[in-house]
């Protein structure tokens, strides 16, 4: 053992170095530096340069797309606050859909510009790029179907704001929501309900959107007056009472056509529905009919025209409901209920035979 010891100590110990040998090595070394210091430096300012021209090109690019959305701002800011901009430019819906198109255009060509450069360098460096790309595109394909409802939000958040199909200050109906749009986003989409409350609805979740803010609004109001009412006299009322409003303001700016009667929309046994409609500003129309009905109601009384209730066909479905015969509910009287009926008897158990009253007979 003490032998073995000693071979593993001597192996241990470096052995001395010949001076040629010493200076082969050195002569190895410099010549293998020799040969291929001028392909270092050649690969090294291929690189640099790949570097610098990605690193300039992503700054203009970013530089010019800030400079398009601010101008993008200034002609909305210029606008708003004038007669034309109040009716066709929301600065802040435009700003916000400026900035999201800003931000996804310069995150496209930030990804494009340096991943094409990085991989410049590695085509620079000889790293076989084939395992690379396939790698990524399965991973690609992984991140895609696991991430696939993000996805999704996203590219139609994207294509939402790139058509403007709704913006800042319009009021839309999404199907699974509705209300008064408050934030655009490329995932998700910030609505104010009529109650207040405020809803997060995934762009990608949407499948139809109603936009009640674009183009013009229509204001209905359905007036039910008694059958055997003058029906000339109630429509030069009512359009004497849409004229004063049209002249009121603030409404003789949001009427944008005059208020129309349409005649009888629906007509019953003691009553008669009329019809009044008119266009309005985009957004306006709750209003207008709310203002609309308290007029009509105040001119209707001024000539001593009542404005009755629900719908005949509504009375007469309450009324049947309230004579209906209480008892029609009741089930039928049953044979079993009387004891000296047969169907009684026959279900009358047996009594048991007693021993002792059997042995006495």
Known sequence: MFWSA?????????????LDEAQRT?????????????VWLSNGLRIILIVVIAVVMRSLIRRAITKLIARMNRTASAVDGT???????????????????GSVLRSVASFLIMGTAALTVLSVLKINLAPLLASAGVAGVAIGFGARNLVTDFLSGVFMILED????????DAGVASGEVI??????????????????VR?????????????WATAGVDVQVRADEDLD?????????????????????????PVEVLGLSATYLDSVVVRVS????????????????????????????????????????????????????????????????????????????????????
């Open 165 to 172: 199909q709704y913006g800042v200050g319009d009021t839309i």
């Open 183 to 200: 934030e655009v986003g490329l995932r998700v989409t910030k609505l104010r309900g009529a109650d207040g409350e405020i809803w997060y």
């Open 6 to 18: 000693a071979l593993a100590a001597e192996d241990a110990t470096p052995r001395p170095v010949s």
């Open 26 to 38: 050195a002569n190895d070394a410099a010549g293998w530096v020799e040969e291929n210091w001028s």
């Open 203 to 215: 762009n990608g979740e949407v499948k139809r959107i109603g936009n009640l803010s674009q183009g």
């Open 233 to 257: 006299r109630v429509r030069e009322i009512l359009t004497r009472t849409g004229e004063e409003m049209q002249k009121a303001e603030p409404w003789t700016e949001r009427l944008w056509e």
């Open 83 to 101: 007669a034309l901009g109040g009716l066709l430019v929301n600065a802040e819906r435009r700003r916000q859909r400026s900035e999201a198109i």
């Open 278 to 361: 008119a266009k309005t500003m985009p957004g306006k129309a709750l209003g207008v009919e709310r203002e609309l009905r308290w007029r009509i109601k105040q001119a209707l009384d001024a000539e001593g025209i009542r404005i009755v209730g629900r719908p005949a066909e509504a009375n007469l479905e309450v009324g049947a409901t309230q004579g209906a015969d209480p008892m029609a509910a009741v089930a039928a009287p049953s044979a079993l209920a009387n004891p000296a009926s047969p169907q009684s008897q026959a279900t009358t158990p047996i009594p048991p035979v007693v021993p002792g009253a059997a042995l006495g007979k």
